[in-house]
């Protein structure tokens, strides 16, 4: 089992910034892929970042490239989001993810994501 706990969220204004974290206990943090995705009220979840084991290969969906950052520090056990130049459409739960496979992460695979965390809120003010 992984457990995934995140922090961070909160309310900010429009084209501010927020960094998130998601810290990993359980398994082998290394051992896994990890992601960011969000939901929105009224709005399936959907995929933000996604980041290889080793933090040597990123993907983005198209909404938030140039703007969010994925990371991970795996002395740590934790990978980060920061984002950068908020926008209104940005507001969701974000929710770390862990998988053994990066693709079921990003949605190349039809394989659920095998860990979730409870997701933090974000809040951006116009």
């Known amino acids: 089992q992984v457990q995934l706990l995140e922090s961070g969220g909160g309310l900010v204004q429009a084209g501010g910034s927020l960094r998130l974290s998601c810290a990993a206990s359980?398994?082998?943090?290394?051992?896994?892929?990890m992601g960011w995705f969000r939901q929105a009220p009224g709005k399936e979840r959907e995929f933000v970042a996604g980041i290889n084991l080793s933090g040597g290969t990123t993907y983005y969906a198209d909404s938030v490239k140039g703007r969010f950052t994925i990371s991970r520090d795996n002395a740590k056990n934790t990978v980060y989001l920061q984002m950068n130049s908020l926008k209104p459409e940005d507001p969701a739960v974000y929710y770390c993810a862990a998988d053994k496979d990066l693709p079921s992460i990003v949605g190349l695979t039809a394989t659920p994501v095998d860990y979730w965390g409870q997701g933090t809120q974000v809040t951006v003010s116009s």
């Open positions: 359980g398994r082998t943090f290394s051992s896994y892929a």
